[in-house]
């Protein structure tokens, strides 16, 4: 069924459809798909995209908003189990826990990052059905642990999340992908950071193979303040994690990094996207992939330097290990700089694991898979043992052991 | 910044272009525009076979359901085709001349100016020199002892007369006339280049070197070279190009292929030094050109090097495609943009065969308000075991209103190969200009040095006949001022 | 009056860094300064050789008659005032030799006297390296350019005996000297010193004026000079430290 259909069947299920503004947007974005000719040479949202798979899908949707829970079982400290997109409404002194509304949806369309031809944003954006806003309150710690959960076959959540720190408050978001239906997620979630605020993002994601989850970020850094953002994939399952991120005022900071462990068919698409708009701001764009049998990954990353913005510190990795001679992966680190005064580098490597450390160990005894094992671990280090979570470092430990018993 | 440096940028941005004059001569169009009777019209002025014309139309065919590629970072208005005279050559050109006696001697104090004596007394030493003056050869240095060896370097149009079978198996291998819009106008259009086959195991001894100039107004020049390096030979190639100062946009669109078979190697290096434009942006070239090499057998090599630092608006991307085993790409290459210039440059190197390798060093350098762009594409198919790349690519900012950008696509399908990539972009070291001046050495003269060992990495590749020049044309760039 | 540096007070970032400091210097003097880490040292030294980020809040500099703050950086240098670094910077791929020689005429030039061609600069080049130790292969190579610590500082102490200056500042020029390359080092020094050049050397070490006798010893810190004398200030120094000058 082609969009355009799609969207006029399903309407009733569809948030805000009875919005006129957004019903203007709306139309706009189903003829942007309707003209665009979905080349995927020079469309980056598109690249290793099976189109038919994800835009002429099955639209169905359930909402089971009753069993969500919102868990304030410590001080400062919240844990939500999402059903299907959506979360129950909370409010207390420290944080406040909505639904999402037009006036967020309006004006996230108004940002002008994300470029037009995103197709999965202006899906999101168009077959939108679930989604939730958390306020953190002014000068609070807070930590916050999300498990996403969709209950049935079938379901197709466009969901978008609006976090907002506001001045001096901090937050630190898990958040858990492991989806084991057959089912696709498409979410957005839209960061602001105010003067003086901190949030670290982690996402655990490790669904089944039958489940899609593609996850957009978009986030917003004010004067002083610095997101942190860290994706930790194992899904067998397709994920595309994007971000965009804008450095709005001086002194802010946006640290993006990302490890995944693709193996079978699977692929992943990341992309990351610093614009710098005001001076004295850091980035920091690492991703590392590690693939095996016919798997695929592509990463973009670009730091984009505003004219204003002097003294800007930019810096990109994109470093990936081929484990099998029907893998491959593509990056294309990009800077784009319109200031003098900056310090930006990157550094892209790709290849097998080093044969020369493989041998080193095998001649201390060791058999070439524990050897081809231990290199595999170390070439992820830094990432893991930087998590400074015990809890979370021990699951992600387990998650690594899984994959490497699979590495043959 | 500081204040001095600000001042010293200001004197660097505005660029005097010392080739920037007109040679009065009389010559030859036909009728402005692109159609089959311009093709014709060449086709027939070259005395061509009809197979060439052939060829010819079905490039421009091809063409015309084209649209010019749009990826690059550069914003330029729409060209007008049909506005443009597709031929031009000094009168008295319907056969190029047998020697010098028959040279309008306008041509050679034309080139006397631009340092390339034809006169046979004072020709460079050590270098043959094919001269093109708008679509025609004009002359071409040390011709004897070439063919001694059995080197053939003579224009493309006397190759087609005398050497078809080598014009119809390679013309258009490496770059098919319908590669995209510009390699089909040029294949369509194209008036003169040269043409070089260096037989089996000669390593030639000289470099060979054409120099291509643009005198005529309003007129595109499409020339045409191709290369071919024969099993276990050697050539190192060299090529230059100016044009005159004219307010108006003039459009330069070259094809240039290599061949390398088995064990040969081909050194490719350009000065290239177009017209980039005035002050504000007014004229100059419109660089769009595609230069693509093949390593066809195992064990060859190909390289280009080049210091680009004209032209308003440079497009071109010279490639590698690593067919054989065990060959090797290499691409160095310095970018200046001053002004308003717009370059978009860059190379792609193509890994198919076995263990082959290659290196990309790439150094742009942007002042004034202009836009430098690195774009580089590296890719390994499946069955490049063991395949190797190594890029480096390094930006330096000189004033805050111009842009540096790199964009390079990296993408391996083979585990075995090793890529590795390593970028920077910055402004020039303040502590090393201090250093300098701490020295003794000017303002100007510390930041032309700094430069040119910024680029030495590049310039060093260059043969000895034209680092020198090299480096003297990166700091006329800078400083503008005529030595 | 050979360098006259009168009641200099210096700024860096809404920093006072040197305080209503004082110091003259006469022709064929050799003065040290030695002080705490942070005292303002090597900010002394920049100003003098008029690295640009500092503002100068007040005072004045006359050297050779000039006041120094009419002259650039390459000015000063060309009129013979020599920095040797703490800390030399790389500068990849601007070979050693041209660089010199384009330095060495530049200054030639601006005194009107004749340039030195390639081929005696070539040869002056050599003998000088070969009297400081240094292996003729490091000429070949590019500024500072992957040079160990104490070959930066010898590669200085060549700059300064090829230019001649009539003022060289040195930097902590002993650190990161093995023994045997101070020796040289200093040799290298009170060879080029005459009745006619003046030398203010920075250092931390009393062992260093051990090789080159100093006429004057002048303790600074937290931005001012606190006390004046002979070697004896030194001896003091290495003995109880800074402590009792604070
Ligand atoms: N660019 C700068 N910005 C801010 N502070 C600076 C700057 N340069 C120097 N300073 C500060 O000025 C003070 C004096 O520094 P200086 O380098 O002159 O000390 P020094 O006496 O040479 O020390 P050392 O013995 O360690 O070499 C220090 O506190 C230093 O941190
Ligand atoms: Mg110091």
Same mark, same amino acid.
């Given at each position: ?80 189990? #999402? ?41 999101? #954006? ?42 001096? #408050? ?48 978009? #986030? ?114 990009? %800077? ?47 990432? %893991? ?24 | ?483 | ?16 860094? /040197? ?99 390639? /081929?005696?600069?070539?040869?002056? /080049? ?121």
């Amino acid at each position: 069924m082609n969009i355009q259909d799609n969207y006029q069947k399903n309407k009733k299920n569809i948030f805000f459809s009875e919005n006129k503004d957004i019903q203007t947007y709306r139309e706009k974005l189903i003829n942007i798909f309707e003209n665009d000719r979905f080349d995927k040479k020079n469309n980056e949202s598109l690249k290793n995209i099976n189109l038919k798979n994800f835009f002429d899908f099955k639209y169905k949707y359930l909402i089971s908003e009753e069993t969500s829970v919102i868990n304030n079982n410590q001080e400062n400290s919240y844990s939500i189990v #999402s059903v299907n997109g959506q979360c129950l409404s909370y409010k207390d002194d420290k944080i406040e826990i909505t639904k999402i509304l037009d006036e967020d949806y309006i004006d996230f369309s108004k940002n002008d990052i994300i470029e037009n031809n995103d197709h999965f944003v202006n899906l999101n #954006s168009l077959f939108l059905n679930s989604g939730f806003k958390i306020l953190i309150k002014k000068n609070n710690n807070i930590k916050i642990k999300i498990s996403n959960i969709i209950t049935d076959d079938d379901l197709t959540i466009f969901q978008k999340n609006n976090y907002i720190c506001e001045e001096g #408050s901090s937050l630190n978001l898990i958040e858990e992908y492991e989806n084991k239906n057959n089912s696709t997620s498409n979410i957005l979630n839209v960061i602001k950071l105010e003067k003086n605020s901190q949030l670290n993002h982690f996402l655990i994601q490790d669904n089944s193979s039958n489940h899609n989850l593609i996850i957009t970020t978009h #986030s917003s850094v004010k004067k002083d303040s610095t997101y942190t953002q860290k994706v930790y994939n194992f899904s067998e399952g397709y994920v595309r994690n994007f971000h965009y991120s804008e450095l709005k005022e001086a002194n802010s900071e946006a640290d993006l990094q990302g490890i995944f462990f693709l193996k079978d068919n699977n692929t992943s698409n990341n992309k990351t996207y610093v614009k710098h708009l005001a001076e004295d701001c850091k980035s920091n764009q690492v991703y590392k992939g590690i693939l095996n049998d016919r798997s695929k990954a592509t990463y973009f990353s670009n730091t984009h330097v505003d004219q204003v913005a002097q003294k800007t510190e930019g810096y990109q990795l994109s470093k990936g290990i081929l484990l099998s001679d029907n893998a491959s992966y593509f990056s294309k680190p990009e %800077l784009k700089i319109y200031a003098d005064d900056v310090k930006c580098s990157h550094g892209s490597t790709i290849g097998p694991i080093d044969e020369n450390a493989i041998f080193y160990l095998r001649s201390r005894g060791m058999s070439k898979i524990a050897a081809t094992k231990i290199l595999i671990s170390s070439f992820i280090n830094e990432e %893991l043992s930087s998590i400074d979570n015990e809890q979370m470092s021990e699951i992600i430990q387990k998650k690594l052991v899984r994959y490497l018993s699979k590495v043959k | 910044m500081n204040s001095d440096t600000l001042n010293t940028l200001n004197s660097y941005s505005i660029n005097k272009y010392k080739y920037g004059f007109v040679t009065e001569i009389d010559d030859e169009k036909p009728k402005k525009g692109l159609n089959e009777d311009t093709i014709k019209f060449i086709s027939l002025k070259k005395n061509e076979p009809e197979w060439m014309l052939d060829w010819r139309l079905k490039a421009y065919s091809k063409w015309k359901k084209m649209k010019e590629p749009k990826w690059a970072n550069l914003s330029f208005p729409e060209i007008d085709y049909q506005d443009i005279y597709y031929y031009s050559a000094p009168k008295g050109f319907e056969k190029k001349p047998k020697d010098l006696s028959e040279v309008d001697p306008k041509l050679i104090e034309t080139y006397n100016k631009l340092g390339i004596p034809l006169e046979e007394q004072k020709v460079l030493a050590g270098v043959a020199v094919d001269v093109v003056f708008d679509s025609v050869s004009v002359a071409t240095t040390y011709k004897g002892e070439l063919e001694k060896l059995g080197i053939i370097f003579c224009s493309i149009g006397e190759a087609i007369q005398k050497h078809p079978d080598l014009i119809k198996k390679y013309l258009g291998s490496v770059i098919p006339p319908g590669d995209h819009s510009f390699s089909a106008l040029n294949s369509a259009v194209f008036t003169d280049g040269s043409f070089v086959y260096i037989p089996e195991g000669v390593k030639c001894p000289m470099e060979l070197s054409t120099y291509f100039r643009i005198n005529a107004e309003n007129t595109g020049q499409f020339e045409r070279t191709l290369i071919i390096a024969d099993k276990g030979s050697y050539v190192s190639y060299l090529e230059g190009c100016t044009a005159p100062k004219r307010d108006d946009n003039q459009l330069h669109a070259a094809n240039v292929e290599l061949i390398a078979l088995e064990g040969a190697e081909i050194k490719y290096s350009t000065v290239q030094n177009w017209y980039p434009g005035d002050e504000d942006g007014r004229g100059g070239i419109y660089n769009f050109v595609t230069k693509r090499g093949l390593c066809a057998g195992k064990n060859s090599k190909i390289s280009w090097t080049q210091v680009e630092t004209g032209s308003a608006i440079t497009w071109k991307y010279p490639s590698c495609i690593l067919k054989g085993d065990n060959s090797i790409g290499e691409f160095y290459s310095v970018a200046i943009t001053n002004n308003f210039q717009q370059a978009d440059t860059g190379t792609k190197m193509t890994h198919i065969g076995k263990n082959t390798k290659s290196k990309i060093i790439s150094k742009g350098i942007s002042l004034g308000k202009s836009q430098n762009t690195y774009r580089g594409e590296v890719s390994f198919l499946r069955k490049a075991d063991k395949a190797r790349n190594y890029t480096q690519c390094d930006s330096l900012l000189v004033g805050n209103q111009c842009g540096a950008h790199t964009v390079p696509y990296i993408d391996s399908k083979n585990n075995t190969a090793v890529i590795e990539h390593e970028a920077s972009t910055s402004k020039i070291n303040e502590d090393q200009l201090y250093y300098c001046r701490q020295r003794g050495l000017s303002h100007e003269e510390a930041v032309s040095l700094i430069v040119n060992g910024f680029c030495k990495q590049v310039l060093q590749e260059l043969p000895m006949e034209f680092a020198v020049e090299a480096q003297k044309l990166v700091s006329i760039s800078l400083e503008g001022s005529v030595g | 009056m050979f360098l006259e540096i009168k009641d200099l007070s210096v700024k860096i970032e809404n920093k006072n860094i /040197l305080k209503s400091l004082n110091l003259n210097i006469n022709k064929g003097e050799v003065h040290a300064i030695m002080g705490p880490n942070g005292s303002g040292k090597s900010t002394l030294a920049n100003v003098l050789a008029g690295k640009e980020d500092y503002e100068i809040l007040n005072g004045s500099i006359n050297f050779k008659d000039n006041d120094l703050f009419d002259l650039n950086i390459e000015e000063r240098a060309q009129e013979g005032m020599f920095l040797a670094f703490q800390y030399p910077v790389e500068i990849p791929g601007v070979n050693i030799t041209p660089f010199l020689h384009s330095a060495i005429n530049s200054k030639r030039k601006r005194m009107n006297e004749e340039e030195i061609d390639n /081929l005696s600069f070539a040869k002056l /080049l050599k003998s000088k390296a070969s009297d400081l130790g240094i292996n003729i292969d490091m000429l070949k190579r590019s500024v500072n350019t992957g040079f160990s610590g104490g070959e930066k500082k010898r590669y200085e102490i060549l700059q300064m005996s090829i230019l001649n200056p009539d003022l060289a500042i040195l930097d902590e020029t002993d650190s990161g000297l093995d023994i045997d390359a101070l020796k040289i080092v200093t040799d290298g020094v009170n060879k080029l010193k005459t009745k006619d050049n003046s030398f203010l050397i920075i250092t931390h070490y009393q062992k260093l004026l051990d090789y080159i006798k100093p006429d004057y010893v002048h303790v600074m810190v937290n931005g001012s000079i606190v006390k004046s004398g002979g070697s004896e200030i030194a001896a003091e120094i290495e003995k109880d430290g800074f402590q009792k000058f604070q």
